[in-house]
């Protein structure tokens, strides 16, 4: 019998769901999987041999019997293809390349010297190459690319500004997307932050959620209902020239006390120079000196951990999320800032929505951005639930 294009995409949306609960559920069987998503077992038995086939999910041996036959029990093969992230950043970049679940199976470092779009975009093309060239075998090889960058980015994929990397309408996708396939990701930072937080770190128990990006400036992600949200507010992006201060420092956007003069791993170097001069310790040797006792290192990082209060205290007091995650560099700092950030809020946030909103620190560090920009392409891949495995190669061999 010919099957319609409206069961044909019945199957797949079914194939897709049955995906998703053995991702979600693992290890179960198909008697449970029919029963947590109400399809006859007919049906899933079919999909899920297909997604056997596929190389998808595997059978890993009998479960608990409940009274007749063990049933055979099913788990997901996060193995069967790899994702790769990578985080833009103003020194660096950091790259993962992590499997189907978001291990990290490699990492990568990269300083930058030269922010010049020709020059990161190789530094992009070597770092994929050098993964590609050290995969495991599997079906499916590198299913996708997620990556983050510093500013604006459009719909279409294109840098429309990154102000940090002196950036404006970069293209960034056609160049890679004519090496490296179509399931390229691009997208803000602080965006992707979000999502690698949402899935894998802080904010996993959360539905809504605002992810601080907080490194040279403040960005922000939002997640709403456990979705990304994608708004034209400015809490959906550069929050971090919210105004804190009538007369503040000088921002790079032109006015005057914004968030991310006071309160930004930037704030914290310039204050630092006035101190030590020219020679500063960078984040890294602060945090060592303040734990070390240096009066000096600790009396900074108490003020910015107070600036930053005050615009988390702003947030809290305007949107009221359950949750905000505080990532990037200056996490590195958060056992040195809570203390006076958390003395501000408690300052100058309503009670009845501070009881409301949590505030914590990355789980995933430095890692957050780099981690759900290699979700993207992940998200997409098992979106597709009959993909093709790769060709044979001495790079990616397929099964």
Not at 61 to 77: A, D, I
Not at 291 to 312: M, Y
Request: charged share 20%.
């Amino acid at each position: 019998m010919k099957i319609t294009g409206d069961q044909q995409l019945i199957k797949k949306m079914n194939k897709t769901i049955v995906l998703d609960t053995i991702r979600q559920r693992q290890p179960l069987s198909r008697a449970d999987i029919s029963a947590a998503i109400g399809l006859n077992k007919a049906t899933v038995s079919s999909l899920v041999s297909e997604l056997i086939d596929s190389h998808l999910v595997t059978e890993i041996g009998p479960g608990e019997s409940s009274g007749g036959r063990k049933p055979t029990l099913l788990l997901f093969n996060r193995s069967a293809g790899y994702a790769i992230g990578i985080d833009i950043r103003v020194n660096d970049l950091l790259a993962v390349l992590v499997d189907l679940e978001g291990h990290v199976l490699q990492e990568k470092l990269v300083p930058l010297s030269d922010f010049s779009p020709e020059h990161v975009l190789e530094q992009i093309r070597q770092t994929i190459r050098q993964f590609k060239e050290q995969l495991p075998e599997s079906p499916y090889g590198i299913v996708g690319i997620g990556i983050g960058v510093p500013g604006l980015v459009d719909d279409k994929s294109r840098v429309i500004s990154a102000p940090n990397l002196d950036w404006n309408k970069v293209e960034l996708y056609e160049p890679l997307a004519s090496e490296f396939g179509a399931n390229l990701h691009i997208d803000n930072e602080a965006n992707a932050g979000a999502i690698g937080e949402k899935l894998f770190g802080a904010g996993r128990e959360a539905q809504n959620l605002i992810y601080l990006s907080i490194g040279i400036g403040i960005g922000s992600g939002i997640i709403v209902g456990g979705e990304l949200y994608r708004g034209t507010s400015n809490f959906s992006g550069e929050v971090g020239h919210m105004t804190i201060t009538e007369n503040g420092p000088l921002c790079r956007c032109g006015n005057r006390g914004c968030w991310e003069t006071l309160a930004s791993e930037k704030a914290l170097l310039d204050r630092a120079a006035k101190l030590w001069g020219d020679k500063h310790p960078d984040l890294e040797e602060m945090i060592q000196l303040a734990h070390s006792g240096d009066s000096r290192a600790i009396e900074l990082l108490n003020e910015i951990g107070a600036q930053l209060g005050v615009g988390l205290a702003n947030l809290v007091n305007i949107l009221n999320p359950e949750l905000i995650v505080i990532g990037n560099r200056l996490s590195l700092a958060g056992d040195l800032i809570q203390d006076a950030m958390l003395r501000t809020i408690e300052n100058r946030s309503l009670s009845y929505h501070r009881k409301k909103s949590g505030v914590a620190f990355a789980n995933l560090g430095i890692r957050s951005t780099a981690l759900g920009a290699a979700s993207m392409p992940i998200t997409a891949f098992l979106s597709e639930p009959d993909p093709v495995p790769v060709q044979e190669s001495s790079s990616t061999a397929g099964l």
